[in-house]
């Protein structure tokens, strides 16, 4: 039976769905609301071999789990690498769900991996929402101590944070108004910690359901949070073919611009890939360096330093290491390359 292609342009409200024959001719374009019912419906007499393309995003998770049953496969793209859909100047949802088919059609997509455990991915959501929170605690921490340097208050401890240190400093404070305002911060502060720790004991709750989370924390540097962090993001390593393509989802790889033989801009780190990621690996580098006993990734540091004579260069080779290490950890069994190693666990 002839494949059909379906380019599904994903909104908040409304879908646009372009449906294309093998040959790459127009069977019909349409309108869908945005529902579980109405994008069954949609779907449900298209064919039996049904290929379906969207963009990733916010709702992609959620359409691809609603049409994984009804066809025969679900293709999700990055947006980054659309160009031809999100530089074009003509862009609307009818055009952009045509080109969608059509790459698929073409078999110019460059899928990226999705999750099919619901545990994992609920895992990965609570995983998320601690690190927002943790964020947006620090956030409003440096707000405060802003606000006391303007009062002429300066404190670079933690106890400012306290329940005795809110009480000291709201005494400091002689201006009703301005005290109201600061107690008001602290109590945001407060409830905002509150819920970090609630977010915290239900994040360590779900991993119990992972045997890897307990693995990695025997790596060195390597806590309960790290491995949380480190789990929910890369799931499982065999999403990787190779060590690069780990390197540049944690944001360590290189990338290199050049043209008719020229170097068009210094090699830097590609910007591409998952933040969180990157910074596990800066706190495994941090927290392994600051242990007294000998480890490998201190071993690795060292040895890359000697050899390069150049900090930055080693800071990143152990951290690099350190991803394809902890990701090697995760896969169980004998079935991870060798070339995930970048420097063995016996330097």
Wanted: hydrophobic share 40%; aromatic share 6%; glycine share 4%.
């Amino acid at each position: 039976m002839p494949t059909t292609f379906v380019g599904l342009d994903v909104g908040s409200s409304r879908c646009q769905q372009t449906v294309l024959n093998a040959d790459g001719t127009l069977r019909f374009s349409r309108v869908v609301l945005t529902g579980e019912q109405q994008l069954r419906s949609a779907f449900a007499a298209l064919g039996a071999d049904v290929r379906v393309h969207l963009e990733a995003g916010e709702l992609a998770a959620w359409t691809r789990s609603i049409l994984a049953p009804l066809v025969s496969e679900v293709v999700v793209s990055h947006p980054r690498t659309l160009a031809w859909i999100a530089k074009d100047s003509n862009k609307t949802d009818a055009v952009d769900a045509r080109k969608l088919a059509d790459l698929l059609r073409l078999n110019l997509v460059h899928p990226v991996y999705c999750e099919n455990s619901d545990d994992r991915r609920t895992f990965k959501h609570l995983v998320t929402h601690y690190e927002q929170l943790s964020r947006e605690q620090a956030r409003v921490k440096a707000k405060i101590k802003a606000r006391l340097r303007t009062l002429g208050i300066i404190r670079r401890d933690a106890r400012v944070f306290s329940s005795s240190g809110n009480t000291e400093l709201l005494e400091l404070i002689t201006e009703p108004a301005l005290r109201q305002m600061l107690a008001q911060s602290f109590a945001v502060l407060n409830q905002m910690l509150a819920s970090l720790k609630e977010a915290k004991q239900a994040m360590i709750a779900a991993a119990a359901k992972f045997p890897e989370v307990r693995l990695l924390q025997s790596a060195p540097g390597v806590g309960i949070i790290t491995a949380c962090r480190f789990v929910a993001y890369v799931q499982t390593p065999r999403r990787f073919s190779n060590k690069r393509k780990l390197w540049r989802y944690a944001r360590l790889g290189v990338t290199r611009r050049e043209s008719n033989g020229k170097r068009l801009a210094h090699p830097r780190l590609d910007a591409a890939g998952v933040g969180s990621l990157k910074d596990v690996s800066r706190k495994i580098f941090e927290a392994a360096r600051r242990t007294k006993t000998d480890n490998s990734f201190k071993r690795c540091y060292e040895h890359s330093l000697a050899t390069t004579k150049n900090a930055v260069h080693a800071r990143l080779t152990t951290r690099a290491k350190s991803a394809c290490d902890l990701a090697g950890d995760v896969a169980l069994d004998a079935a991870v390359p060798r070339n995930w190693r970048l420097i063995g666990r016996t330097v």
